[in-house]
Structures are given as structure tokens and as C-alpha cells.
């Protein structure tokens, strides 16, 4: 389905861009202009989804089953590893701060952009990101795969959200995630669901000479236009007959041959991980919702998104710069087979196993990982940024195209699959080394003394500065508001080149919803979390649901209400007479200097008995490094110091812990609440009032303009995803206040 960009939405994106930079003149151009379009650089961003530095070999790490990276590492090589780089420990947040330079204090992106999200918690309209900023120096922005920045729900764009942000072309998927693994395979004939990875496995064997009923080797693969292949795996090496099948996009039906007619259990229309996927393509101002029948939705994530990446590229004319970011899935959850031929030797290793189970899915991920880095030469082969030596081996000249790399994760390591020495249940969603530490490569021209290591600390909100930096623009001049950057180019040009920071920063949280809701609880691994959006993203993390919907009353049954917290499913549980379990901060931020890093954990807590609910808050304070192989990191077993503990550190550690522990306190004060300043340029004044009228006119529902929860009672701590009368009042009691927030600390 195709759908025009809504005229007044599109009329809003573009003033929001010259409200941004409505000093005149030149904008946000440095003072030595740009060079002209046919010299300025053009830049490919990669993004990884949920691989943390402990992954990557090319930086030291990887423990004894690091994936095989040889694509990625020959980029490395040939230009800088950035050692000491931190994102956000989830993926909104981490991929809001590389598109807009902002910690998520000021964004108010603190975990995973869910479905229950308001747009009080996704990338505003009136934010100058990244796409927008590079308009000023006539580049052309494109994004492929996962977006998860903002939409569709609750969201007057709702698909439209990557243009209504500034991309001129995507290829992908709004929401990020991939649907949970269909264990039907598409055909409702399998009623007990015993396909755990999605598809018809194999039984280690190969097709005899004929098909016998239910031959898992042979048999009719299926289309949703109706037409049939035969699929045979008649060599080991080949992937399992279903596989083979899934990844053409059909579904397979095991011993029966196309001239037999076709079950009428196979559902078309169904997600499947990797997979099938709601692929939605934006060109101009249209939008194109693909349906799940479509042969552009079905098919192996990863290798859709890089074709489509290749065939931009390729359009692209020479006169003008492009940037185009590959924003991979993989190896995000769910788990699922890759095509055995994207991997070293043109076979999976993974073809008969769980993908529920943790062991198993571990081996499935670092498959993912390498499918990924196979897809990514491609990438770079096909647009002719590489070559490939006799050998197969990738042959990167960074001097040979005018094209900037730039290879990041977008947060850390998920817990189950976390590489030693790093830490499993410090991982992705805490502020912690192993949640928060990212690989950085950039490569290309500027690059001076290639294959080399940064040790400074950078943050992924410093390539929101470097992206303007590659384009001749200052950011801090071209955006009107307080952005968290500093430079990263200095340290390309000049190996020598002194720390740009004198602290890092990082923090996640919950997300805006409705009358203050949350996640619901999801047990993983016998602690609880609310950080999966959903049930089924929850199940996808091999987690236990707790939320609404909770079905195992073998343990606590209160009719599959479920419960609202975690703290929630403790008092359950101590009131069922079971054993409490161990809840994971639900705010956790940290800040760092060269040496030493202070954490902060808020922790929702239930006080055995009373049926008192109380958050905790602690801090912990750790000395850290990156020694390779075996880094320093923030271990209970050599924490320093802990809230509570009456024996501070003493000399050197005392005045770190003091100094982080002011810079924390500034940095958590550094933007104040400005209510009915909904555009965000710093006064409230007849620009919010006509933008809240368009909006409470057009829409109605979730903005950025829902400043209160109109009750009763009112309560203006909290959103009701309404853009209403009580909203204009906000703005009409704080009309010409102007908002006092502060620089940026670095």
C-alpha cells in the first residue's frame, strides 16, 4: 500500500529545519566552506545491532568463540579502532544519540522504543538530527534496515517518521525488531508449533530418489502468488530443505511435490524473525507499506538490507554527497539460522538446533554476526569501495574513494551472549562496562597512520559532530539547543591528538506512557527486567512474562492479570510463600573519567511483608581500563567503593569519586523541565501555540505537545497520548518563559 506523505506534516518537517537555522546566512557552515559536491566526502554508516566490544577480536576481545569478522576487521585495519567508546545501554537511545549528538536526558529516549511509547519518548519532529543537518552541505540521506527512532505508533507520522526526520530514501523497518519466530512455518497444519527456528528442519541426511510422504529432505515450496519450486538438499552442505525454502521466500511442505495441490493451511501473512518481515520503502513523499505477501518482504533481513543499500548506492549521481546508513538487525534477538551460505565455508553448523535454548542460540548469533560481516563486504564490493583478492579476502584501500566508513554497535552485548572475561549479568540495558562498551572503525582519506588505536574516551554522541565535521559543518553552530558532542576527526588526522573529553557519560531508563505506565515484568535467567516492549519480545530473549497476560499459575496465579513491575512479582511471590528473585535496575546511569567510573542504579524494591514498594538508589564506584585481553572491568569483586560503605577511598580515588559524583549531579541538572516549549528552541511563545493548534487539530493524540494528564486528577508528572485543551493551557500559563538549560558537558 502507497501513501502520500500528509501535506501538512511534510510542510511542518521542512520549517522545522529553517526554524532551526533561522539566523540566515550560512547556517551551521563552518567558516571555511565546504568543499565543493564533487570533494566532499561521502560517508557509509553501519550500524550492529546489540554487539559490544566483547565480540570483536580486531580490538582484543572476543573470548575463545568470537565470530569471524574478516570483512570488518580488513576496514579496521585499514583505519582507527576507537577502544574506549560508549552508547546507551539499549538500542533507541544509542541510535538517537549518533543521529542527534544528545544524551537521553534531553531526548527523553531511555530504553527500546515500544509500541506503548508516547511520542514524548521518540525522536522529535523539531529535532535537528543528523539528515537534516547534512542538507545544509546538499547531501542526500538514505537509511536501510532497522530504524527505531520513532513510530508508528503513537506517532502523527506513524510510518512517514524516517522522512518527517530527514532521511530522503528507506528501506526498511520502522519499528526495529523482528517479529518473533513463526514455529508453524507458515502452515497451521503444524498445530503443536514444533518448528522452534521457523522453519521444516532437516534430519542430518540428504533427498533419496524419490519423496515419500513427509520427507523433510524434498518436497513442494510454496509461493504466496501461487506458483511451486521442488527443493532437494541433496548435499550435506547444503542448508535443510525447509531453510532452503524459507530463505526464497516460500513455505515448504515437506514430502510433496508441486503437481499435488496446495495445502489450505499455509498462512502467507504471518511474520517470521529473519525472515518475513512488514518491510516498509519511502521514496519522496511516498510511503509504501509492503504486505507480508510481497516477495520484497520475504527473505533473509539481512541480505534485503543490503541489497537495497547496493542499489541506492549505485544511483547515486556523482555530483552530490550521500550518506548511507546500513542499520543491520542482526544479531538481535530472535535468534534464527542464517543462509549457510553467507558463512566461511558456505555452511551452518546450526541447521538441526534450538533456537530457544540458550547454548545453542549463542552459536546461532555468532552466525548471524558473520552472515552480517559477509553481507557488509558485499556491500562494499558491489558499490565498488573494495575489491576481492584471488584469495577471496577483502582488498580495501580507504585513498581509493572518496567514501568515509564508519562501523559502530549500537549498545552492548545482550546478557545470554556475552564473550569472556566480560560480564553476563552486567550486559546490555545497564550502565555497566559490558552493556555500554561499543567497537568504533572509521576509515577512510583522512585517516592518517591507518591501523591504529584510540584509547581517548569517545561517545556515540560524538559522531553526530563528526558526521558535520566530514561535511565542513560546525554542529554546535547549526544546532539551536544544548547537543553533547565533541569532535572526533582530530583524532584521524593527527595520531598524536590529546583526549577531546575529560568525562563519559551514559544512561538508561523507562519511556514515556501513558498515565505513567511501564513495561510489563519479564523474567530472564532468574532475575527480572522491564525492558522487553512485549510478551513475545520477552519470550524472544528466552524470558518468562509476567505482564499482562501471565499465564504460568503453576507458580502465582491471579487469573492472568499479571503484574505492573517487578517489584510487583516479588511481593507475589514472597505472598505465595515462593522464593523472592533479583530485580535489574530500571534507571542505571554512569559517568567516567580516564580512570575511574561511577554507576547509579535505581532499583524498585518490595520490603518483604509490609507491601511497601521503595526505589533504591545506589552508587558504586570502580576503577577501569582497556587492557587487552582481560580489560578492568566494574566487578562486584573489585568494586571500591559502594552507598552505605563508611570507608571512602582515599587520595587519588577520593577526589575522582567526589569530582564524578558533582559532574554526575551537573549533568542529571543539565536540562530542567520548560513546560509548553513543545519545539524545543528554548521560549515558550506563539510558535507553540500555532504548532499545538496544527497539531490538536490534525491529530490530536500522542505529541510532543502532551505536556499533562488532563485526569481528574490532573497530574502533570505524567502524559495521557493527548493533545488537548489542557496541553494550550501549559503553553498559555508559560507563554514568553524562556527556558534556562545548560551547555553540554564534556
Known amino acids: 500500500m502507497k501513501k502520500s506523505l500528509p501535506t501538512l506534516l511534510a510542510a511542518a518537517s521542512a520549517t522545522l529545519i529553517l526554524a532551526a537555522c533561522d539566523g540566515g546566512g550560512s547556517g551551521g557552515l563552518a567558516s571555511n ?13 553501519v550500524i550492529m545491532d546489540d554487539v559490544g566490544i566483547d565480540q570483536m577480536a580486531s580490538f582484543g576481545y572476543g573470548g ?49 522504543i515500544g509500541p506503548a511509547d508516547l511520542a514524548n519518548s521518540q525522536l522529535s519532529p523539531y529535532d535537528m538530527t543528523a ?38 530514501y528507506f528501506y526498511g523497518w520502522i519499528g526495529g525488531l523482528p517479529g518473533s519466530i513463526d514455529t508453524q512455518a507458515g502452515d497451521d497444519g503444524n498445530a503443536l508449533k514444533t518448528y522452534q527456528c521457523g522453519f521444516v528442519p532437516g534430519n542430518g541426511g540428504v533427498a533419496g530418489p524419490g519423496i515419500g510422504v513427509g520427507d523433510v529432505n524434498a518436497g513442494a515450496c ?77 527473505g533473509y533481513r539481512t541480505r534485503i538490507e543490503t541489497d537495497a543499500a547496493i542499489n541506492w548506492i549505485k544511483s547515486r549521481p556523482a555530483s552530490r554527497p550521500w550518506m548511507a546508513t546500513v542499520s543491520y538487525s542482526a544479531p538481535h534477538t530472535p535468534w534464527q539460522q542464517p543462509p549457510g551460505e553467507l558463512l566461511a565455508g558456505g555452511l551452518s553448523v546450526t541447521g538441526n538446533l534450538s533456537c530457544t535454548d540458550t547454548g545453542p542460540g ?30 577471496g ?34 550486559a546490555k540495558g545497564t550502565a555497566y562496562q559490558t552493556g555500554v562498551w561499543d567497537p568504533l572503525i572509521i576509515a577512510g582519506p583522512q585517516v592518517a597512520q591507518p591501523d591504529r588505536d584510540v584509547e581517548h574516551m569517545v561517545n556515540t554522541v560524538d559522531l553526530f559532530q563528526f558526521f558535520g565535521e566530514v561535511a565542513g559543518i560546525d554542529a554546535h553552530q547549526a544546532v539551536p539547543r544544548t547537543i553533547d558532542s565533541v569532535g572526533i576527526l582530530p583524532y584521524l588526522k593527527d595520531p598524536g591528538q590529546g583526549s577531546l573529553r575529560t568525562i563519559n557519560f551514559t544512561i538508561g531508563g523507562y519511556n514515556t506512557q501513558a498515565n505513567g505506565g511501564r513495561n510489563g515484568p519479564c523474567v530472564i535467567s532468574g532475575s527480572c527486567t522491564q525492558i522487553p516492549i512485549s510478551k513475545s519480545v520477552c519470550e524472544d530473549n528466552q524470558g518468562a512474562w509476567w505482564g499482562s497476560g501471565y499465564d504460568d499459575p503453576s507458580v502465582v496465579d491471579n487469573g492472568g492479570t499479571g503484574y505492573l513491575s517487578c517489584a510487583a512479582v516479588n511481593e507475589a511471590l514472597d505472598g505465595a510463600g515462593e522464593p523472592m528473585i533479583t530485580i535489574l535496575p530500571e534507571i542505571s546511569a554512569a559517568i567516567r573519567n580516564d580512570k575511574y567510573k561511577l554507576v547509579e542504579n535505581t532499583v524498585q ?52 569519586l567526589d569530582a564524578l559524583n558533582t559532574k554526575f549531579n551537573e549533568m542529571m541538572a543539565s536540562n530542567p523541565p520548560c513546560p509548553g516549549d513543545g519545539n524545543w528552541d528554548g521560549v515558550v511563545d506563539s510558535r507553540d501555540t500555532a504548532d499545538w493548534a496544527r497539531i490538536n487539530k490534525d491529530w490530536g493524540l500522542s505529541s510532543v505537545y502532551d505536556f499533562v494528564f488532563a485526569g481528574p486528577p ?3 508528572t505524567k502524559r495521557d497520548g493527548i493533545t488537548d485543551g489542557a496541553d494550550q493551557a501549559v503553553i498559555d500559563a508559560n507563554m514568553n518563559v524562556t527556558c534556562d538549560r545548560s551547555h553540554g558537558l564534556y
Open 222 to 298: 510454496r509461493y504466496a502468488d501461487n506458483s511451486c519450486s521442488m527443493i532437494r538438499r541433496t548435499d550435506l552442505r547444503q542448508d535443510p530443505a525447509g531453510l532452503q525454502c524459507l530463505d526464497s521466500g516460500g513455505i515448504f511442505v515437506p514430502g510433496q511435490t508441486c503437481a499435488a495441490a496446495a495445502p489450505a493451511s499455509l498462512q502467507f501473512d504471518r511474520q517470521n524473525g529473519y525472515y518475513v518481515s512488514p518491510l516498509v520503502i519511502i521514496d519522496g513523499g511516498t510511503v509504501e507499506e509492503v504486505p507480508l505477501t510481497d516477495p520484497r518482504a520475504r
Open 33 to 45: 566552506a565546504p568543499p565543493p559536491a564533487s570533494q566532499t566526502p561521502n560517508i557509509l554508516f
Open 393 to 426: 579476502s577483502l582488498l580495501y584501500d580507504p585513498k581509493a574513494s572518496n567514501t568515509v566508513i564508519v562501523i559502530v554497535g549500537d549498545n552492548g552485548t545482550l546478557g545470554s551472549a556475552v564473550k569472556t572475561p566480560f560480564q553476563t549479568d552486567r
Open 362 to 391: 549463542r552459536i546461532i548469533q555468532n552466525e548471524m554476526t558473520e552472515a552480517m560481516d559477509t553481507e557488509f563486504g558485499r556491500l562494499l564490493v558491489e558499490t565498488g569501495l573494495a575489491r576481492r583478492a584471488a584469495d
Open 131 to 168: 539528515p537534516k543537518m547534512l542538507k545544509e552541505a546538499n547531501y542526500e540521506s538514505a537509511m536501510f534496515g532497522k530504524f527505531h527512532l520513532a513510530g508508528p505508533e503513537h506517532n502523527q507520522a506513524e510510518n512517514a517518521t524516517p522522512s518527517v526526520l530527514g532521511w530522503d
Open 605 to 656: 524494591t518490595y520490603i518483604p511483608g509490609t507491601g511497601i514498594v521503595d526505589p533504591v538508589v545506589t552508587k558504586e564506584f570502580y576503577a577501569v581500563d582497556q587492557a587487552v585481553p582481560t580489560p578492568k572491568l566494574d566487578n562486584d569483586d573489585v568494586i571500591l567503593w559502594k552507598s552505605g560503605d563508611p570507608d571512602l577511598p582515599a587520595g587519588e580515588a577520593k577526589a575522582a
Open 714 to 716: 490532573a497530574d502533570d
Open 64 to 112: 575463545l568463540t568470537a565470530p569471524t569478522l574478516p570483512n570488518m576487521d580488513a576496514v579496521a585495519k585499514a583505519g582507527v579502532r576507537f577502544r574506549n567508546t560508549w552508547s546507551m545501554p539499549e538500542c533507541s537511545p544509542g541510535r538517537a544519540a549518533f543521529f542527534v549528538g544528545r544524551y537521553p536526558i534531553r531526548t527523553n529516549i531511555y530504553q527500546a
